[in-house]
């Protein structure tokens, strides 16, 4: 199946490889794209948000599966994705593909100190970039006049780590104006490009826990983990209906 949905989510059932794939024709031809990287406290704000929900299943490209809540989820529905596939990841590997093909890219978001050391990181590390912008992402104004200074600087990949559903709204807008890039919502992606935040080591990522490696290193977190039990109670009985 090409899509599986979680409560009301069309995410795209491919792997890592297929994705950079159609990202590579994609960027090649210039076509506008924007795709969500969800994870289970998304598909939870998007059944509490019908708008949100709106963004995600017409306005978004593609929508992969960032975080083992999804893909367990998809599992137990009976309906298996072929693997996880997150944004940072993702986001990663078009930063090296930007540097080697010289390509336009604008970055916003995460606090002014994050990205000002993202962008000392991609002159000194990703230096084929052309950089066209780099703002953070706690400014003042209207998400409209924001996507228009976007648009004017002509980029070929726009990353906005404003968290949700913020970036979404910011990108949706983009796409809806038909800007020739491939634009992609990154969460906290800066914060650990930039080395302000760590990503889990490999030992809890791969026993699937590196949501519990962020609990503990950051504790404020436990207040927006409180939706994951109510995911799961759904996904359950999404599975009942389904029978
Ligand atoms: N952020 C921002 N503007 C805001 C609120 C948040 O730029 O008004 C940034 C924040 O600094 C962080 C990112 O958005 O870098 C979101 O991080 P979060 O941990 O929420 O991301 P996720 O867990 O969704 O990956």
Redesign the pocket.
Known sequence: MSKINILGVDFDNKSFKQFQNEFIGRINMHQSTFTVTA?P??VMAANENPEFMKILNYDADYITP?GIGIVKAAQMLGTPLQERVT?YDLFTWLMRVASERNLRVYL????PQ?IHAVQEKVAREYSGIQLVGAK???FNEDLEIVAYQIERTEPDLVFA????P??EQLLALLRKNLLPALMMG??????VFAGA?KRAPLFWQNAHLEWFY?LITNPT?WK?MLVLPKFVVNVREAKKEKK
Request: glycine share 20%.
């Open positions: 994870n406290e998304i960032d944004g916003i978001g995460a606090k994050v953070d992402g706690y780590a404003l968290g949700s913020k970036q990154v969460g906290g992606s800066f914060d935040v962020r977190r927006r």
